[in-house]
């Protein structure tokens, strides 16, 4: 098995990356971290982990900080990640997402950086025609954000096989939850995702849950999604990066989800059970760009690496939500 070499960690402060800062500490991994704080929380980075705020796109920045840390593999999740904002303000995304992550590509060839793990999205696939999505299923984006990042996976490919690197593309589905020991959780304001949402009403945030859409070609007709724990989706870049050091000559690209779906009346059923409360739900309009069912076929990544998942409870997955939006209630006071 892989030995732990360096790991810079972009976008670490922010949701996911700062799990998977959790994930590669809780197995003994040096990390570092760089982050702008524009939608990430300094509190989110543990003490002790080299922290750097700047830019992914600052060339001397990042040589600075591969040759002080000895950065052996690069965790990129650094990037803009509102799907209706890109729509309203493409450029952003294409600056963030993909620009960006160019000059971090560069920098990483620049210094020899050899592995990569890039976090991609299931908005790649835009709206699937298959009732279970693989990494085959044409990926057709339906908006500017699905672009951003499929472009970046573009790169990625054609600059492993220019130069001595390899990658790990893992394209994620509804992400959700919050570390189980309280360490970190989804942070930032003015949510939209539905299981955060849900709990900001549980504790009296908000009055309503609001349901966009219940004419869905679905069994109950609200939308299906597939609902991965963060701590799961964080142990598959541990167990990604080990695969990549293993096989030098391989990349990789994977779908990160658990291969079954809830519907939004069956996430708030979840939430009504670990709260015991019963949440006002308001029937609204569809939201635009909504597919009915978006679930993973997750063959790939179950084949691939030793992916256990350990957090796939959907009540689990609420209640470790709870915990850590009663703790942020705490943290801002
Ligand atoms: N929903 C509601 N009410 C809400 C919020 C959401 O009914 O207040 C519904 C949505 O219509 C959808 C489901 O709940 O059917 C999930 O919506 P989310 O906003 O939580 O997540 P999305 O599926 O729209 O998007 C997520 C990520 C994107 C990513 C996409 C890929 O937010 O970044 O998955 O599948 F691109």
Not at 152 to 158: C, I, S, V, W
């Amino acid at each position: 098995m892989a030995q732990p070499v360096p790991v810079l960690v972009t976008g670490g402060a922010g949701y996911i990356g700062s799990h998977a800062v959790l994930a590669l500490l809780d197995a003994g991994w040096p990390v570092a971290v760089i982050d702008n704080l524009t939608t990430g929380f300094r509190f989110a980075v543990p003490d002790g982990v080299p922290f750097y705020e700047g830019d992914v796109a600052d060339a001397d920045l990042l040589a600075r900080i591969f040759a002080e840390q000895g950065t052996r593999a690069v965790m990129h999740f650094a990037g803009s990640i509102v799907v209706p904002e890109s729509v309203s303000d493409p450029l952003k995304y294409y600056l963030n997402n993909t620009v960006k992550s160019r000059a971090l590509i560069e920098a990483a060839v620049a210094a020899g950086v050899p592995h990569f793990i890039f976090s991609s999205t299931a908005a790649t696939y835009g709206i699937p025609s298959v009732p279970a999505v693989t990494e085959e299923t044409p990926t057709v984006p339906i908006n500017p954000y699905g672009w951003s990042k499929l472009m970046t996976e573009r790169m990625l490919a054609d600059t492993a096989f220019a130069h001595p690197l390899n990658y790990c593309a893992l394209r994620y589905f509804n992400v959700a939850g919050a570390d189980p020991q309280g360490r970190s959780g989804q942070s930032t304001a003015g949510a939209t995702h539905l299981i955060k949402i849900a709990v900001e009403a549980a504790l009296g945030k908000r009055d309503s849950v609001q349901v966009f859409g219940t004419d869905y070609a679905t069994p109950d007709g609200t939308g299906v999604r597939d609902y991965i724990h963060v701590s799961d989706l964080a142990s598959a870049h541990v167990l990604a990066l080990e695969a990549l050091i293993d096989r030098a000559d391989r990349s990789l690209t994977m779908n990160c989800g658990y291969g079954r779906g809830f519907s939004v009346f069956e996430v708030l059923d979840a939430v009504d059970r670990v709260t015991n409360l019963k949440l006002t739900r308001v029937v609204s309009p569809r939201r635009p760009g909504d597919a009915d069912s978006l679930v993973s076929d997750p063959a790939r990544l179950k084949a691939t690496l030793p992916w256990v998942p350990r957090h796939a409870d959907l009540d689990g997955i609420v209640a470790d939500a709870l915990q850590w939006e009663r703790k942020l209630a705490e943290l801002r006071g």
